[in-house]
């Protein structure tokens, strides 16, 4: 049984059904999308039922008839019914499991982090696939697991020799069987407290991830994980900083001194390849760099093609991605800045002065930082969406000194933004919505392509 008719829940159905198992897919929710999903299932001897609530008795019934139950990360690991269904023995999974199981022997690149996951996800495996080793990315990316493995599986080429997988907080709690051969953790911040509560219960799940991998990559610049550097038996640790101190007696295996990237292995200092060989602005992305060049080092390659490799990266859709130059500003989309700490990355990265484009559906987290960073670079902030009420008194109230304007959706707020970075002088016009995008759209890239129409359309 599969709970859930997204993405990666059709995506573990057909994986699981190609495998040569009976499956049922339920979905509390009825739409005219969901019917056609539901029929494209269907046509393929899938089991669909729509607008069936989480209901136990019936579940309980089904799973004894189906065996486990597989769950996508939009559905609360804690919701009762789960729970209920864990204490009868039911055994329960996320939509990774059967993606885990059915790539073996195929390692993981796991990637995990509040930030920079997704980044450093396309840079391992842009980095991999430019050596000539195929190393396709999956997971909380836009392609499933299921579906990549699945698609694999069925054609002439089979598995690839290594899998980038993006995972989130969300799908680690709900996997606890998969062990990565390579784990990279980018950064933790305060993010999803909603879902999971608290910031200890946060990090506890994204460090399971990094416990269970084989090789464990950590950012030592990140201030969370530096912290507890000393809680951790072995790991690799990178820093985009001169200084290569992490702890007392901790030194990073990776750093950059005098414009170089540098390798410490078996006592030899190794100088590995240019530091500005990633062209993507802001010293949070030289820590990305670093994380998927020692993912890359682990993979057996060497720092010339590396830096070869880096120099031809197109970037990352909707992270810090140059739309155009239009009448002397610059549009950047950065939809992918879902909380106040990657919002606020994107501000110390940008050159100012800016218009800045927030608003959405907000989440739990501190917005001081952010504030902070949007009075010293962003001359304007133009707000939208469910967010705008509240994120207009937290400028008000923290004292912000730009101009701050409300409307219902990007439809008004970048032809807004266009006029006042003109009438501002201002260089550039950033979305960075430091918000999730549900309040008006499926998911954040949906929030950024529509950006990206609206601002090619000027």
């Not at 030289?286 to 890359?296: K, Y």
């Not at 060497?302 to 140059?322: I, N």
Request: proline share 5%.
């Amino acid at each position: 049984m599969v709970i859930g008719l997204g993405r990666s829940g059709i995506g573990a159905a057909r994986l699981l059904q190609a495998q040569g198992h009976a499956v049922c897919v339920l979905e509390s929710n009825r739409s005219p999308a969901l019917e056609q999903r539901a029929s494209q299932l269907r046509e393929a001897g899938i089991t669909v039922r729509l607008g069936t609530p989480l209901d136990h008795a019936m579940i309980l019934t089904l799973a004894q008839r189906l065996g486990p139950v597989v769950v996508s990360p939009g559905i609360r690991w804690d919701h009762p019914e789960l729970a209920s269904l864990r204490h009868a023995g039911v055994a329960v999974q996320g939509e990774l499991v059967p993606a885990w199981q059915a790539s073996h022997p195929t390692p993981w690149i796991g990637i995990t982090g509040t930030n920079g996951k997704t980044t450093v996800t396309h840079l391992v495996s842009h980095l991999l696939c430019s050596a000539g080793i195929e190393a396709p990315m999956a997971g909380n990316v836009g392609f499933s697991a299921a579906e990549l493995v699945l698609e694999r599986r069925q054609s002439d080429a089979g598995l690839p020799p290594w899998l980038v997988v993006e995972i989130s907080s969300y799908q680690i709690e709900a996997c606890p069987q998969i062990a990565p051969r390579i784990g990279i953790w980018t950064t933790l911040t305060p993010d999803h407290l909603e879902r999971h509560g608290s910031l200890d219960a946060y990090r506890a799940i994204k460090r399971s991830l990094l416990e269970r991998s084989t090789t464990r990559l950590l950012n030592g610049d990140d201030p969370d994980l530096r912290s507890r550097a000393s809680s951790w038996d072995r790991a690799v640790w990178v820093t985009a900083s001169a200084e290569r101190q992490i702890a007392p007696g901790l030194e990073a295996d990776l750093w950059i001194e005098n414009g170089r990237v540098w390798l410490e292995r078996a006592g030899d200092r190794i100088d590995l390849l240019a530091a500005d060989a990633l062209a993507m602005p802001g010293e949070h992305n030289r820590q990305n760099m670093l994380l998927a060049v020692a993912a890359g080092l682990e993979a057996g390659l060497d720092g010339a093609a590396m830096e070869q490799a880096l120099r031809q990266f197109p970037g990352v859709p909707h992270r810090l991605e140059r739309i155009r130059s239009h009448a002397g500003v610059v549009y950047f989309n950065d939809s992918k800045a879902t909380n106040y700490d990657a919002a606020e990355v994107a501000l110390r990265a940008v050159d100012g002065p800016l218009v800045v484009l927030a608003g959405g559906q907000a989440k739990i987290g501190d917005a001081t930082g952010w504030i902070e960073a949007l009075a010293r670079k962003a001359r304007a902030v133009v707000l939208y969406g469910e967010a705008r009420e509240r994120f207009a008194a937290l400028l008000q109230d923290a004292g912000y000194p730009g101009r701050v304007e409300s409307c219902a959706g990007l439809d008004e707020a970048v032809p807004l933004a266009a006029q006042c970075a003109r009438a501002l002088s201002c260089q550039a016009v950033l979305l960075s919505p430091a918000c999730a995008s549900f309040d008006q759209y499926a998911d954040f890239e949906a929030r950024g392509d529509h950006f990206r129409h609206l601002v090619e359309a000027l």
